[in-house]
């Protein structure tokens, strides 16, 4: 067998290493919605919402006023050394006590309005969730 010359061999063999190296990754998309009339839809570009978090430092809620769209999840964080409860006056919400260093998580009433919230026991410490 003749041996081919350099140049033509490093080239090659270059390519069968790129070549075979590599792996065949297949990105796939899904198709646009389908309406009731059986045509496509451009997909929603409506961004998802920031997570609501209200925390809890200091005997004090922050931030003290928050909105929120309806039924939105809320996430209370405790940062205190004692526990906390946050509770709503009209009872649509309530975390039950939250201990030091955990959090909890409410859902929004699904009414619009403002919902004045206290801990229960620590009456001193109050603010307002606004749904809208």
Do not use: E, W
């Amino acid at each position: 067998m003749p041996r081919l010359p350099t140049r033509i061999v490093l080239p090659a063999a270059v390519l069968l290493l790129a070549v075979g190296g590599c792996s065949s990754t297949a990105t796939t998309t899904a198709p646009a919605p389908t309406t009731a009339a059986g045509t496509q839809s451009a997909p929603s570009s409506t961004p998802a919402p920031a997570a609501a978090q209200i925390v809890i430092h200091g005997f004090a809620f922050s931030p003290t006023d928050l909105t929120v769209r309806p039924g939105q999840t809320v996430t209370v964080v405790n940062h205190d050394s004692t526990t906390h409860t946050l509770t709503s006056s009209g009872g649509k919400f309530d975390t039950g006590p939250v201990s030091p260093g955990k959090s909890a998580t409410f859902t929004a009433p699904a009414t619009a309005g403002a919902y004045p919230y206290v801990c229960t026991i620590h009456a001193s410490m109050h603010g307002t969730l606004t749904v809208g």
